[in-house]
């Protein structure tokens, strides 16, 4: 009877060695597979590793994964890997590569804890996919949305521009004639110090509005993504929205308001990405309304909690109901 049941054992032993077997084959065939030991260094690595990194396995056995660190990662990105298995939890996350060559590649990876019966893991079994071609078209696709953002933010100037053009015509203009009417008074001998500093005076505060719009399109114009943060006046960044786009409004016959319930109000941001938010956003409005028989639209901004709202809102039909959840 004895005899009889360890037969039985052996054979079913056998089987599921044959079951394991099997799932390692396949596991090895379809992906990248690695075996780390607690102390971090590769105990194995499968010939699609090898094929991946352009290491020998000789190379990559009893070495840690830092021989294909890409450096694109942040220290805390690996701490919390470590920590994650080293607590017998898997993770899971994609991490970028870089081979023996030079090259760059990208991995789907799970890092799964094998755990002893206290529950503390002995080794790590790292399986991963090639997602390199993923990235790379994802990358590309970044890229070009991008481009057409910057394209169509161009565009958008230009058409601004257009109208600033005009706006500043009209204050050179005052300048111009100031300046003449100075000139001849002088050359008269009909000097008024008071009608001189007071005419100097319109000059200045006139080139202080055009210096304003010149700043305000040249802001709207550049990636202001790695400005540092500051402390900005919420009235100073209204005002610049205003400066570069009311002249496009008032022509199309489109009533622009702006609204500061909340006087004296300063958020911390990138005063440049905040403008060309605001701008793209009135000139939504501005499509969506021009062709209405009453045509207006209004930015408000107020203080709730410790939060700042801007609103824009238009007096157009709004966005239909099924792309809402698409947009932004």
């Known amino acids: 009877m004895i005899e009889k049941y360890s037969r039985f054992n052996d ?45 020998s396995r000789d190379e990559l056995i009893g070495s840690s994964h830092s021989i294909i660190n890409s450096g694109f990662h942040s220290r805390d990105f690996f701490a919390n890997l470590w920590t994650t298995i080293a607590s017998g939890t898997v993770w899971k996350g994609e991490i970028r590569n870089r081979a023996k060559d030079g090259s760059i590649y990208w991995v789907d990876t799970t890092i799964i804890p094998f755990k002893r019966t206290n529950g503390r893991p002995f080794q790590y079994v790292a399986i991963r996919t090639n997602i390199t071609d993923k ?6 696709f970044e890229a070009e949305r991008v481009k057409r953002e910057y394209t169509a933010r161009l565009a958008s100037i230009g058409e601004m521009a257009a109208e600033i053009g005009h706006e500043i015509r009209n204050p050179l203009s005052s300048i111009l004639m100031k300046a003449q009417i ?57 005002e610049q929205v205003s400066e570069v786009s009311k002249a496009r409004f008032i022509k199309s016959g489109i ?21 060309q938010v605001l701008v793209n956003l009135l000139n939504n409005s ?25 609103s824009v809102v238009d007096s157009g039909v709004g966005i239909p109901e099924n792309i809402r959840t698409q947009i932004m």
């Open 135 to 140: 990235k790379n078209q994802q990358a590309a």
């Open 182 to 238: 100075m000139k001849q008074n002088i050359s008269r001998g009909n000097i008024n110090i008071e009608a001189i500093l007071k005419s100097a005076g319109d000059i200045e505060n006139v080139c202080k509005r055009i210096d304003r719009l010149i700043s305000s399109v040249r802001g709207l114009a550049r990636d202001g993504q790695n400005d540092p943060l500051e402390i900005s006046p919420l009235d100073s960044l209204l």
């Open 11 to 55: 054979v079913d032993l056998q089987d599921t060695t044959n079951e394991l077997e099997a799932y390692k084959f396949a596991l090895d065939e379809t992906s990248v597979v690695a075996i780390t030991n607690l102390s971090g260094r590769i105990t194995y690595v499968n010939d699609h590793f090898c094929e991946l990194s352009r290491y």
């Open 255 to 275: 009533t622009l308001t702006i609204n500061t319930f909340s006087h004296g109000l300063k958020l911390k941001c990138r005063p440049t990405q905040i403008v």
């Open 286 to 310: 501005y499509d969506a309304v021009q062709n209405l028989e009453k045509k207006w639209v209004r930015v408000d901004a107020q203080l709730h909690n410790n939060d700042i709202i801007i």
